[in-house]
């Protein structure tokens, strides 16, 4: 008996979801399944880069724009674990208590099934290894879904599929001559990105790319006009609104085809049509 479709995403910090597989979190919101988000923190550490905000409750205003986000996605509400943003470089806070580089990866473990078992997903996507660029809790996300994931095969629940977001050597090198994402800047794509054989997974994003695009702006106090991305035109986005690629992070089942271009592929599952105030979303 096929089971209702449902994909379940493991980030840190708001944006992280858009900018990361934004687009494939909409198609298949589109297609039906049950598309579920959790966010480790509220992104307490980042920089206001929109003036136009004044003076704002950082973890506030990012949780709103995350809901914002889900809403253009199309996806359901945001899952928030209640970490605190550990900041990075100069500006680690290995002081608070409640930063996710503080957590215990067992509490965080138990906290991402407790939601696996409510939200029944075939399919989870979170961080590669390296964390995009190494931030500690784009780190600490993948370390505790990949856990969570293995330990799922015990459980009522078994996650089939995990997927981490990637980028290739070629892509990475594009991104870092342009302006895209200044984050990537020096560092070394033979560390940070993947040869193409680990690239499992290639989605084309090009029909939702306006649903990724209007929920990475969402994301206002990250793409604001005094952030790089927020100065961006449309032809210097392009390459991050057609495709998404993914690597296996495991694997319950045979798949038919590698790489797939569909997470789904060959899983017994059902996809249920989205009402018309989920298409309109």
């Given at each position: 008996?096929?089971s209702?479709?449902?994909?379940l995403?493991?980030?840190?910090?708001?944006?992280?979801?858009?900018?990361?597989?934004?687009?494939?979190?909409?198609l298949y919101?589109?297609?039906?399944?049950?598309?579920?988000?959790?966010?480790?923190?509220?992104?307490?550490?980042g920089?206001?880069?929109?003036p136009?905000?004044?003076?704002?409750?950082?973890?506030?205003?990012?949780?709103?724009?995350?809901?914002?986000?889900?809403?253009?996605?199309g996806?359901?509400?945001?899952?928030?674990?209640?970490?605190?943003?550990s900041?990075?470089?100069?500006?680690?806070r290995?002081?608070?208590p409640?930063?996710?580089?503080?957590?215990?990866?067992?509490?965080?473990?138990?906290?991402?099934?407790?939601?696996?078992?409510?939200?029944r997903?075939q399919?989870?996507?979170?961080?590669?290894?390296?964390?995009?660029?190494?931030?500690p809790?784009?780190?600490?996300?993948?370390?505790?879904?990949?856990?969570a994931?293995?330990?799922?095969?015990?459980?009522?629940?078994?996650?089939q599929?995990?997927?981490?977001?990637?980028?290739?050597?070629?892509?990475?090198?594009?991104?870092?001559?342009?302006?895209?994402?200044?984050v990537?800047?020096g560092?070394?794509?033979e560390?940070?990105?993947?040869c193409?054989?680990?690239?499992?997974?290639?989605?084309?994003?090009?029909?939702?790319?306006?649903?990724?695009?209007a929920?990475?702006f969402?994301?206002?106090?990250?793409?604001?006009?005094l952030?790089?991305l927020?100065?961006?035109s449309?032809?210097?986005?392009?390459?991050?609104?057609?495709?998404?690629?993914?690597?296996l992070?495991?694997?319950?089942?045979?798949?038919l085809?590698?790489?797939?271009?569909?997470?789904?592929?060959?899983?017994?599952?059902?996809?249920?049509?989205p009402?018309?105030?989920?298409?309109?979303?």
């Open positions: 008996m096929s209702p479709a449902a994909l995403a493991v980030f840190a910090h708001p944006d992280d979801e858009a900018l990361r597989c934004g687009g494939t979190l909409a919101a589109a297609r039906g399944a049950q598309v579920h988000l959790i966010c480790l923190t509220r992104g307490e550490a920089r206001n880069t929109d136009e905000l004044g003076d704002i409750d950082m973890p506030t205003q990012r949780e709103q724009e995350l809901r914002n986000a889900c809403a253009a996605l996806i359901h509400p945001p899952i928030f674990l209640d970490y605190h943003d900041g990075r470089g100069d500006r680690l290995r002081d608070d409640l930063a996710t580089i503080n957590a215990d990866p067992g509490q965080m473990e138990r906290q991402i099934l407790e939601v696996i078992e409510t939200t997903p399919i989870m996507v979170t961080f590669d290894p390296h964390g995009i660029y190494g931030h809790d784009h780190l600490t996300a993948h370390r505790a879904a990949t856990a994931y293995a330990s799922s095969g015990f459980r009522q629940v078994r996650v599929r995990l997927f981490y977001t990637v980028q290739s050597r070629e892509e990475m090198l594009r991104l870092q001559s342009g302006r895209s994402l200044g990537l800047k560092l070394d794509p560390t940070y990105a993947v193409d054989s680990t690239i499992a997974a290639r989605i084309d994003i090009r029909v939702h790319a306006a649903r990724k695009r929920a990475l969402s994301h206002r106090t990250q793409t604001g006009p952030s790089t927020g100065t961006l449309n032809e210097q986005l392009s390459p991050l609104m057609a495709t998404e690629t993914f690597s992070g495991g694997i319950r089942s045979p798949v085809q590698y790489p797939m271009d569909d997470l789904f592929a060959g899983l017994d599952v059902e996809f249920s049509p009402t018309l105030q989920e298409q309109s979303a």
